[in-house]
Structures are given as structure tokens and as C-alpha cells.
């Protein structure tokens, strides 16, 4: 069987670094690995209209913004696949067919789908019914393109498990058709789920705690020298704690050897204060070593993480037409596998009238027995 990737995202705000680290990375790591047979990276705007049915504009100007952070990333478009879900109207098809094997129960046990709800600080009578059925159009997207692999952050488990149901729950009313896909993590398990910089909950464009990929290195350094971090460690000489400590959890993530070497480096000595991140937190948990010390070195690490990006963001932007070119092309190739697929599916269920000459056949010869009985029949 194909390895074949499916990931995305819903253009509703930049990417930030929880994106960066939780799934774009990897991406790009498994693009360049020559592994994978394809790879198919979805803008998902139409599940985004679900909860913007009001203001679609945002959710229109967040799709150029969002090919720009996959491209100035790393997502090469002659490599990966990057499609616009509502180019592909095969999708909305497939979400059809499957809302037939979900109960509406088994939609709000989804903890993603309950916390999402949260979030947005939906009532149980302002739901929309579209973003209650996310998990079975996000389904159809992995189904789709018959993939069996999709990279997410661990918020995303749920989802795929869904998946899985509904794949199992096909297969076995109408034959084996679709493919059962695997969810595949980060592998540092501290990228799983970047905390936000208020320290509170994940990074998350809905509540407006992130550095995003396209912050200036101004914001970027006013968001870094304003994050949470121990509210026990007052004064300098106290102890600290690292642990659920966001400025140690971003070094975790972002953090090199070269890090160290390039800013805790002695100039005159060629010793190093600090070998690794080891060793900062020692001294931190210790006593003796102030937020303010962490936080500029942070800085420094997020500021070497963005700058490559930043710099390819800015001469992507000098060609815009191609971007959107890119996305078009993209969307024609996924919307010839998502056809084939909803035709597959429609065969399996019995709704393929075009090709189902028994069918035809089968009629043909009951209305011509039909006419033949009323010819003969005596009154």
C-alpha cells in the first residue's frame, strides 16, 4: 500500500509556533524524505466558514497568508500537494455519505470538538450544525486521498479516532473501500502542545496567545520579554521552577547546542556559562538566575528560528500570482483523487446509477414484461 500524507489547516489567522513545531517541521521533514509516495496539505476554508459564516472576508485573506507561512516554512508546491478544500466539492459529497454512520451523541463526546466549543463560547443553541460535523469533514479530507498518515499535535487524536470509526463503520456495511489512517506526533513530546505565552492553554489563534511565524522581531521580543513564567520566583536569588514554566518549555522546543554557543559564550575566556539547557535549569531551580536573563535568550532562539522564514516569506511575497497559481494547480490534482474516491464510494453504497448495468438491465426487462403482460391481458 501508498504512503500517502494528508494534514492541513483552516485559514483563520497566521501560523505561529506552536504550528511551527507541532506539525510544519514535520511536514518538511517527511517532504524531503523522499518516503512518501504523496503528500496532500489542505487549506481547509470551506469547515472554516463554519464558524465564520459572517465575516467570510477573514477567512478569504487568511488563505494567501497561509501559503505563504507553508511556503516561507518549508512546503515546496512541486513536492507537496497544497489544495483549497473548496475547490474540491467531492469533499462535501464524502461528508454527506459518512454523517449516515455518526450518531450526534458520538460528535459531542469529541473532547476536541468540546473544547473548540469552549473556545468560542458557544451556547448549546448556537452551535452551527456545520462545525458540529468538523470531524466527519475532516474524514472526508483524509479519506479522500486515501491516506494513511496524517501528522498532527496530540488536541488532534480525537479527530483521527473518528476517523477510524467511520472508515470501520464503511468498510464493514458496504465492503472494504477506504483506507484507515494512523495519526503520527512530533517526536520531542514537548512540541505535542506548545503552551500560550500567558501560560494558560495551548498557543491558539482563538484566544490571541502566539508568536506568529510572521511577527516583526519587535513583536516577537515584546511577546517573549512579556510571557508568564514562575509567579513563586520573585526575587533573583529565589528558586525557580522550570517545570509548566512556558519560557522553558519554548526553550525545550526551539533550543540548540549552537544556541548556547553562540550566546552564553565567554568572549575573552572561550568558556561556555551555560553547556546546555541542562544546566540553565539547574541554576534556575536553584536560585540565583533572574526571568529577565531567561527570557533574552529565548528571544535570541525565537529570533534565529524566524529569521530563514521571514526571509523567504518576504521574497514570496514579491510573487503572489504564483502563489495562488500554485494553490489553483494544487487544487485541480487533489479534486482527480477525491473524485475517484467518491466514485468509489458511491459504488460500494449502491448509488453509482451510470455504470450499474445490472440495474439498468434488470428494469429494461421488467417494464418490457410489464408491456408484454398488458398486451395480452383480456378485460
Do not use: W
Amino acid at each position: 500500500m501508498a504512503d500517502i500524507i494528508l494534514t492541513g489547516d483552516r485559514p483563520t489567522g497566521r501560523l505561529h509556533l506552536g504550528h511551527l513545531v507541532g506539525s510544519l517541521n514535520q511536514r518538511v521533514e517527511m517532504q524531503n524524505s523522499g518516503k512518501y509516495d504523496q503528500i496532500f496539505i489542505e487549506i481547509a476554508d470551506a469547515q472554516a466558514t463554519t464558524d465564520n459564516a459572517g465575516n467570510i472576508q477573514k477567512v478569504k485573506n487568511n488563505i494567501l497568508e497561509l501559503a505563504l507561512d507553508y511556503m516561507s516554512c518549508g512546503i515546496d508546491p512541486k513536492k507537496s500537494t497544497i489544495f483549497l478544500q473548496s475547490e474540491v466539492p467531492e469533499l462535501s459529497d464524502l461528508t454527506f455519505y459518512y454523517m449516515n454512520l455518526v450518531t450526534l451523541a458520538r460528535l459531542q463526546r469529541n473532547p476536541t470538538v468540546k473544547q473548540e466549543i469552549g473556545y468560542r463560547g458557544f451556547k448549546n443553541s448556537s452551535i452551527p450544525v456545520g462545525f458540529m460535523t468538523y470531524p466527519i469533514s475532516q474524514a472526508a479530507d483524509i479519506t479522500a486521498f486515501n491516506a494513511n498518515i496524517v501528522p498532527v499535535g496530540d488536541d488532534q487524536l480525537p479527530m483521527i479516532e473518528q476517523t477510524r470509526e467511520i472508515v470501520r463503520t464503511f468498510n464493514r456495511l458496504y465492503g472494504e473501500t477506504l483506507v484507515e489512517p494512523k495519526a503520527v506526533l512530533p517526536e520531542n513530546k514537548i512540541c505535542h502542545r506548545l503552551p500560550g505565552t500567558d501560560g494558560q492553554a495551548k498557543m491558539s489563534k482563538s484566544i490571541g496567545n502566539c508568536i506568529y511565524l510572521a511577527d516583526t522581531p519587535e513583536e516577537v521580543e515584546k511577546k517573549v520579554m512579556g510571557m508568564f513564567t514562575d509567579p513563586n520566583h520573585l526575587r533573583v536569588q529565589d528558586p525557580g521552577n522550570t517545570k509548566n514554566n512556558p519560557v522553558f518549555i519554548y526553550l525545550e522546543a526551539f533550543s540548540k547546542p549552537k544556541h548556547f554557543e553562540k550566546y552564553f559564550k565567554n568572549e575573552e575566556t572561550g568558556e561556555l556559562e551555560y553547556k546546555n539547557l541542562d544546566e540553565l535549569k539547574a541554576h534556575y531551580e536553584r536560585g540565583g538566575l533572574g526571568d529577565m536573563k531567561i527570557k533574552r535568550f529565548l528571544n535570541y532562539v525565537i529570533q534565529d528560528t524566524l529569521t530563514p522564514i521571514r526571509a523567504r516569506r518576504a521574497e514570496l511575497e514579491k510573487h503572489i500570482p504564483e502563489v495562488y497559481q500554485a494553490l489553483f494547480e494544487g487544487s485541480d490534482k487533489a479534486r482527480k483523487v477525491a473524485a475517484e474516491t467518491l466514485l468509489k464510494v458511491k459504488r460500494a453504497i449502491g448509488l453509482d446509477y451510470r455504470s450499474d448495468y445490472e440495474l439498468i438491465n434488470s428494469q429494461i426487462e421488467k417494464y418490457n414484461q410489464d408491456l408484454e403482460e398488458k398486451k395480452t391481458r383480456k378485460y
